[in-house]
DNA sequence: GATCATGCAACTCCTGTTGTTTCAAGAAAC
DNA sequence: GTTTCTTGAAACAACAGGAGTTGCATGATC
């Protein structure tokens, strides 16, 4: 399957929304993330549930944040996704009567559940203020290049 | 997609095969790992392609391993099998014009090159050696269980 | 030459994200 | 109060990639 892009796509339209006045509707949400305001909505549910972002309908609605960017976290929007599944790859069988085959389910969710364990950590030690911070390094680059230029 | 358990299901084929006294027919494996002798055809190719099993047509035909369990890793049998994805998430787009989607995208990818790397890594550790080994451990327990029945 | 086994091509099936259409419902503007 | 804008939700098609299946060619053994 083509991989699921849901969490990048949120976390791109947080930043947006923090540095954007007022709701953002779903069809300008949509063109930045080159998508579908449907699918803006279905994937923003979850986060609206957690109380993430809140939306409103009618004139001048949309969708708004409800947290400052310092505090949420990637895994809070990963799990406000409903935990989606991390790895394309898996056992046969979870519970196999074969030993062999336990004994390889073993060594293979082993390393799975560490790798695991460990995006989960880094998830909650980043936040969105944090990718915000990053981007405005990238923005002051950008302009500094451009400033030599002249 | 259901998740690709090719690699899980190589390694527990390529540990009966070790055990087994001459070549064993891809439909002994197919019944094995519980599928379809053209499934198991077609996977073990990419080991056969690395010299980790060979194969041989005809009568007493079939496959047999090439190498010793302990001189093959799971990160060989990984590799044999053409590196498949390892995670189901991913970016929207790995080239984004947009500064904040190559913020968000540089936090994701961060991460999940750690989480790669780490998986790489105990892959390469840990040998069909190391899963026979635990495979006998398994086996000896239970036989223990069974005498303290009786 | 009959039989057994792999090699390979060409499908279909399955599953989950993504894309799309359609309509109901609520909120602001006029 | 009607129009307009927006979300909410259901229903379905598109797509991707592993898995399953069929059919047949090829080669080795008996």
Redesign the pocket.
Not at 23 to 27: G, I, L, N, R
Not at 41 to 45: D, V
């Given at each position: 399957?083509?991989s699921?892009?849901?969490l990048s796509?949120m976390l791109h339209a947080l930043i947006h929304m923090d540095r954007h006045d007022g709701?953002?509707?779903?069809?300008q949400l949509a063109q930045m993330l080159?998508?579908?305001?449907?699918?803006v909505?279905?994937?923003?549910?979850g986060l609206?549930d957690q109380e993430i972002v809140r939306?409103?309908?009618?004139?001048?609605?949309?969708?708004a944040l409800n947290r400052a960017l310092a505090e949420v976290s990637l895994l809070d929007i990963y799990r406000a996704l409903g935990d989606?599944?991390l790895f394309a790859i898996g056992l046969?069988d979870d519970d196999p009567r074969c030993l062999v085959e336990q004994a390889v389910n073993a060594a293979v969710a082993d390393t799975l559940a560490a790798a695991e364990a460990l995006v989960i950590a880094r998830f909650g030690e980043v936040t969105l203020a944090d990718i915000a911070r990053d981007f405005d390094a990238r923005f002051a680059a950008v302009m500094g290049r451009k400033g030599s230029e002249a």
């Open positions: 399957m083509r699921d892009s849901r796509r709701a953002m509707t779903s069809e080159n998508t579908n305001p449907v699918v909505r279905r994937t923003m549910a609206r939306s409103e309908k009618g004139h001048g609605g949309g969708w989606p599944r046969a």
